[in-house]
């Protein structure tokens, strides 16, 4: 492209895009030349930064520049100016020649570098070095290059994560419904997708409601096919657990289970098979049953008993198991309940006052359940009678108490098939024995209130015209007041339920508000008490719970802080006793661990080998400290290995004192045992040896002695006669006399 081919515009325009197209051009080889070291850095911009290297038909004349191009070539040739100043003369020695550089390019004239002069000022090097035309270009290509390199990098890690988004997006499953909330108007697919997830817990309930929607869906339903095979699976579940239902309840809990089956299922002829089957087998086994039954009444045990076999030949299973045990037992149960009605019967014979209980307490015994308690219904009203009557004469004879005793055995649910003054009697026996119940609580019940009124109702029912009125009345009155009081007992015990200071206070004034003419002033004195108490307890809870706070580090200080703060508590609070059991505890803690470094003294002396002095140790501890009893097993484990090792050191002197005696060194033997001390294990064998031991040796001496006479009597003798028939001979050797045991000297054995 050449000048005259550009477009006709302003022609400073044009020659500025010329002259900077020139020093690019020029620049670019100048600062390659420069980074492979050819050519100083600093001096680039020298031969390219001014418009002295531009060819002359490139440089544009002064008076067609644009003011800023003015300023900017001023500024130049000030600073080429500067930098060609000498920078420092003693840099440079004088006898050193400056050289200059000269760059040889094409067509440029040959330039001297400036010598070298003084240095300008830091700053005006710094500034300097911040203005190069070279640097910030490099730094500007640089940030350009990195903008693009950084641009592609993020095009493409966007265009990879917007693909591997869409993949996701692509392969990912739709979310399942969520059933908990799903309405009338929600999508068939998504009804029927909750319908089979309920339907997986196999619940009765669950599976109607599964069936009943497939159910409702016609022949041309998107999804009809799909519904026809989970209806066939979902009602199969259904006639399973009809069936489990049969064996377990019978046929009408069954039947109600299989008619959840509609009739467009696949599985509904098969259903109505089954229940036309399971009708029959139930026909068959009621069947069996009424004659049992029918048998039992008529106390046929053995056709009872044959009608259990032929049970067990049903094909139900229901028959086959539950009835025919219940008719097993039901068998045993009335055969029972006759045998106690016989009995009865029996002693109630002549009907005195002995046999009417007897009879009465047996029949008392037979189970409702049975068929013999309905035969057993009119001996009893009949009895009950009879012993009213003499409950009665009994009355009018003044023995009140044994009437009403004798009353309160007759069953009081006979009273409406009894007349006269004998139910009158049944009715205020039975109040007086609902009200001397002996209640299993202290704080009123909802037992103790329904006794009272059941004793209030049965006493009001005495008509006025009976001899029991008055009484009646007097004691009618008297559980008025009671009821009265129960309630306003069981009100302050609701009150002192909440368990507040406050609340226990108001329910203990509240059985305080009894008069002590109450029935129930006792009771309620009681209940005031243990309020008082509780309130108590919440009093000194807090000091109590600081005490336990203290003596939770478990130091013997804080231990005896943890006793000094219980001991605050007054003794004659509630909380004293567990208070005094706390310091109990504490005590003996302290006690242990003021006794524990002892005894583990002890303890280290006995393995040292050393017991005589550990067990002196441990006899530190007195007997009435927490560790006494640890001390003392420690204390006879040690004796008994000091007995053994006693045992042991008398057994070795034994030992060589009874091999002396084998020896015939009896005198080293009894000393060697006289060695054994008085309070050693082996004193007594030791002794016992000893004197056997002396008796040997008496008995040897004393034979010795017997032989040294009888030898002494024959010498003397022998030198009578000799004396007499000759003299010995001149230089005759006298006989050596007989030897004895060479005498020992005894030496005390040393102290253990």
């Not at 001397?436 to 609580?441: D, L, R, S, V």
């Not at 040796?697 to 003798?717: M, V």
Request: charged share 20%; hydrophobic share 40%; proline share 6%.
């Amino acid at each position: 492209m050449t000048r005259d081919s550009l477009p006709p515009r302003d022609s400073a325009h044009r020659d500025a895009f010329y002259i900077n197209g020139f020093r690019s051009t020029v620049r670019q080889p100048l600062q390659d030349r420069a980074e492979s070291r050819m050519l100083p850095t600093g001096r680039v911009e020298e031969w390219v930064g001014g418009d002295r290297l531009l060819p002359s038909a490139f440089q544009v004349p002064a008076g067609r520049l644009t003011p800023r191009q003015r300023a900017r070539r001023a500024r130049k040739a000030s600073l080429a100016t500067a930098a060609s100043r000498p920078t420092s003369r003693s840099a440079t020695s004088p006898t050193t020649k400056t050289r200059s550089t000269v760059l040889v390019s094409p067509g440029l004239p040959r330039q001297r570098r400036p010598r070298r002069g003084r240095s300008p000022s830091p700053l005006h090097g710094f500034w300097q070095w911040l203005n190069r035309p070279v640097a910030w270009q490099r730094y500007r290509q640089l940030g350009r290059s990195l903008a693009w390199s950084l641009l592609w990098v993020l095009t493409f890690c966007g265009l990879a994560g917007l693909g591997i988004k869409s993949l996701e997006w692509l392969t990912r499953l739709p979310e399942p419904p969520n059933c908990a909330k799903i309405t009338f108007a929600a999508a068939d697919a998504e009804r029927l997708f909750c319908a089979r997830e309920a339907a997986k817990s196999g619940h009765l309930a669950d599976l109607t409601a599964a069936v009943n929607l497939v159910a409702a869906w016609p022949a041309d339903h998107p999804l009809y096919r799909e519904g026809q095979s989970l209806l066939a699976e979902w009602s199969a579940q259904i006639l399973d657990a009809a069936e489990a239902r049969l064996e377990s309840s019978g046929v009408q809990e069954a039947l109600s289970v299989v008619r959840h089956i509609p009739p467009n299922s696949p599985l509904y002829a098969e259903a109505q098979a089954a229940i036309a089957q399971w009708q029959a087998q139930w026909q068959q086994g009621e069947a069996i049953w009424n004659k049992a039954q029918e048998a039992l009444r008529n106390q046929d045990w053995n056709l009872a008993a044959e009608q259990v076999t032929v049970l067990g030949q049903v094909e139900s299973e229901y028959w086959r198991t539950h009835r025919m045990e219940a008719l097993t037992r039901q068998i045993l149960q009335e055969q029972t309940a006759h045998k106690l009605l016989t009995q009865a019967q029996q002693a109630a014979g002549d009907q005195t006052l002995a046999n009417l209980q007897a009879a009465i307490a047996l029949v008392q015994q037979i189970d409702p359940q049975t068929l013999a308690w309905e035969t057993a219904q009119a001996d009893l009203q009949a009895w009950s009678g009879a012993l009213l009557d003499l409950a009665l004469r009994q009355w009018q004879a003044g023995d009140r108490s044994g009437a009403l005793a004798l009353a309160q055995q007759v069953p009081p649910d006979l009273v409406n098939h009894l007349t006269g003054e004998g139910q009158n009697l049944l009715r205020l026996a039975h109040a007086q024995r609902l009200i001397a119940e002996p209640a299993t609580q202290w704080l009123p019940s909802l037992r103790q209130v329904w006794s009272v009124r059941e004793a209030i109702a049965a006493l009001s029912e005495i008509p006025a015209s009976s001899t029991f009125y008055a009484i009646a009345q007097t004691e009618l009155n008297t559980q008025h007041a009671v009821l009265e009081d129960l309630r306003q007992l069981q009100t302050a015990g609701l009150v002192a339920s909440l368990g507040q200071r406050t609340t226990l206070d108001w329910a203990s004034r509240l059985a305080q508000q009894i008069a002590p003419d109450r029935p129930r002033r006792l009771q309620a004195q009681t209940l005031a008490a243990h309020w008082q108490q509780e309130t108590q307890r919440i009093q000194d809870m807090p000091q109590f719970l600081q005490a336990q706070a203290l003596a939770e580090p478990g130091h013997i200080a804080d231990l005896q802080a943890a006793i000094a703060a219980a001991r605050q508590i007054p003794r004659d609070r509630a909380l004293w006793t567990e208070a005094e059991q706390a310091i109990a505890t504490w005590s003996r803690q302290i006690q242990t661990l003021e006794d524990r470094p002892i005894l583990e003294e002890a303890t280290r002396i006995a393995q040292s080998g050393d017991l005589s002095r550990a067990i002196r140790t441990a006899e530190k501890i007195g007997r009435n400290r927490t560790l006494h009893a640890e001390a003392q097993a420690a204390i006879q484990t040690w004796n008994a290995k000091l007995e053994e090792v006693r045992i042991a050191e008398d057994r070795k002197h034994l030992d060589e004192a009874r091999a002396l005696a084998a020896r015939v060194r009896l005198s080293q033997a009894i000393d060697t045992a006289a060695q054994i001390a008085r309070d050693r294990p082996l004193y007594a064998e030791a002794q016992a040896a000893i004197a056997q031991w002396r008796a040997q040796r008496d008995e040897i001496l004393g034979s010795r002695r017997a032989q040294e006479a009888e030898a002494t009597n024959s010498e003397a003798t022998r030198d009578e006669a000799a004396r007499t028939d000759y003299a010995p001979a001149e230089g005759a050797i006298a006989p050596e006399p007989y030897p004895s045991e060479p005498a020992y000297v005894y030496e005390a054995p040393p102290p253990y």
